[in-house]
């Protein structure tokens, strides 16, 4: 069922959507209750409802040990995945074709994917604009590109930004309480934050590209909420801070909106 996606003046900025799509346990069941977990739940709604039917050719730009697809198009896809790093490519169980390539310069053929997903991946990349012009190539007309990122001008993307990397390590170690991070295969990754990471200058691009937003929002961050359960203290500290960021700021800018949501078409 293909409904048309009408604006909500809230922070969700499409609804009037299909019922949510079957879950994949691995990517949601790690998200606490909230934006994130919601804002996922529609793209999934989104995927199920704008893809063909049939078969699936479907390109994941780094992939590790999770998808975030929903089971309905993961179970008919052909997934090929492509990463820079030996250990993503390992840890990697559900992709067909596992390529070790560099994102940045690897293409595939014109017109080759029904759906390509670039998940918690662009803010690592140097040169985000070469790798987004390979997903205009290589995707087929009405094909759909889904793109998840941290938001760089949230209060989280400034202090990924300019803080350093063994800072974000302890974050991941001590903070979420991930005892492996860092090490080799996992997160967090170094970033770099190409000015087309920030939402408006990425669907500027896909405009000049011939990609059409169908759906975008910036949500809060999952990390507040897991803050919010393991470390409520500095949690009401952060959350005090950010209430009085958003205060002096003009607008409806709410600085937890640390990450977002893309789904571009491309037009036929």
Not at 58 to 66: H, Q
Not at 86 to 98: G, K, S, V
Not at 138 to 156: E, M, V
Request: proline share 9%.
């Amino acid at each position: 069922m293909n409904k048309m996606l009408a604006l909500d003046t809230s922070n969700a900025e499409m609804t009037d959507l299909p019922l949510p799509a079957p879950i994949h346990p691995e990517s949601l069941l790690a998200l606490p209750p909230g934006e994130a977990k919601h804002s996922l739940l529609t793209v999934h709604s989104i995927l199920e409802a704008r893809l063909p039917p049939g078969p699936l050719a479907i390109y994941e730009a780094g992939g590790g040990s999770t998808s975030y697809l929903p089971l309905g198009v993961i179970g008919r896809g052909h997934v090929t995945v492509v990463d820079i790093d030996e250990d993503q490519i390992r840890n990697n169980t559900y992709a067909q074709e596992a390529i070790l390539g560099d994102l940045q310069t690897y293409r595939f053929p014109p017109k080759r994917f029904d759906l390509i997903i670039c998940y918690n991946v662009i803010e690592h990349v140097p040169d985000v604009e070469a790798v987004l012009t390979g997903f205009c190539e290589a995707l087929k007309p009405n094909g759909l590109l889904l793109i998840g990122a941290p938001n760089p001008k949230s209060l989280s993307g400034v202090v990924t930004k300019y803080s350093p990397h063994w800072f974000h390590v302890w974050f991941y170690r001590y903070v979420r309480g991930e005892k492996k991070a860092g090490l080799p295969g996992e997160a967090p990754f170094p970033t770099h934050f190409h000015p087309l990471v920030t939402l408006g200058n990425l669907e500027a691009f896909a405009a000049r590209h011939g990609l059409q937003a169908i759906y975008r929002r910036k949500y809060e961050s999952p990390r507040y909420p897991e803050m919010r359960r393991r470390k409520p203290l500095l949690a009401a500290l952060i959350d005090a801070a950010a209430k009085t960021m958003n205060a002096l700021l003009p607008g409806k800018t709410d600085v937890r909106h640390g990450d977002y949501h893309v789904i571009l078409r491309k037009l036929g």
